[in-house]
């Protein structure tokens, strides 16, 4: 397995941030960690070696992110000054982060990514593929949560809150709009498992599925057993499922 690590200064965060990517061929994912993780935080788990199959037959590349979730999601400070920094860190990603791993891979400007994550990397991706659909075509999110206003503890919802909110704006998603078309062209999977530690994240992958129910988004939801909990395990057991027959 190709891998290849880089450090790259951010004018928009206005520090270095690493990233890594995976293979030599195929599609581009984006791999989201989990709440705090770091971009190795996937391959520490060794999750890229139950796929490594994929990778070594060319059929999918990953790129690994760190995320910004200590100075935004973790941090208990206003929300005001939390969401700006989440949406500094999305123009990175989009503006900065992928254009050089699409350059970097030797691929079109225009092409569109793959994006996955598990738990909190899961609404990441999620949010990303909802408010991005012509930049991600493939989703893969394992027990994410979408209701993000138990992190509101100001009762400031401002509006990049709002836009970094899943269950709020898609909520007010007119049925006849352009973007449905998009998601429902893209091969996307929210999945979540019904036992221990997935309550929360149970709770809003269930409204999500009701919410695609009346808007008219063909997004799976797929809801596995009570013996699935929160955990890497999971996981690895719903990467192998799904991931063969995305790319």
């Known amino acids: ?19 890594k990517l995976y293979g030599h061929a195929g599609p581009l994912c984006l791999v989201i960690p989990c709440q705090d993780g770091r971009f190795f935080e996937w391959e520490d788990r060794r999750m890229f070696d139950l796929v490594s199959g994929l990778i070594d037959e060319g059929r999918i590349q990953f790129l690994t992110v760190d995320s910004v979730d200590a100075e935004t999601w973790s941090s208990f400070g206003p929300t005001e000054g939390r969401m700006h920094r989440l949406e500094a860190w999305n123009r990175y990603v989009l503006d900065e982060l992928i254009p050089s791993a699409l350059w970097k891979t030797g691929k079109p400007e225009a092409e569109p990514l793959m994006v996955m ?9 999620v949010n990303r593929f909802f408010r991005h659909p012509w930049r991600f075509s493939r989703l893969l999110a394992l027990s994410g949560l979408y209701d993000m206003s138990r992190y509101v503890y100001d009762s400031c919802y401002t509006k990049e809150f709002h836009i970094n ?11 006849q709009d352009e973007r449905i078309s998009l998601y429902n062209a893209a091969d996307a999977r929210i999945v979540i498992g019904q036992g221990a530690w997935e309550n929360e994240c149970l709770e809003d992958t269930r409204k999500l599925a009701d919410l695609f129910w009346r808007k008219g988004i ?9 013996d699935t909990p929160h955990d890497w395990p999971s996981w690895e057991r719903q990467l ?8």
Not at 117 to 125: C, L, N, Q, V
Not at 165 to 175: F, G, I, K, M, S
Not at 240 to 247: C, R, S, T
């Open 165 to 175: 909110n899943p269950l709020a704006y898609l909520e007010e998603l007119d049925p």
């Open 1 to 19: 397995m190709q891998v290849r690590y880089y450090k790259e200064y951010s004018s928009i965060l206005g520090r270095e941030m690493e990233f």
């Open 117 to 125: 994550g598990a738990s909190m990397g899961a609404y990441h991706a």
């Open 218 to 226: 063909q997004v799976e939801t797929c809801f596995w057993g009570y």
């Open 240 to 247: 192998l499922e799904y991931l063969p027959h995305m790319v």
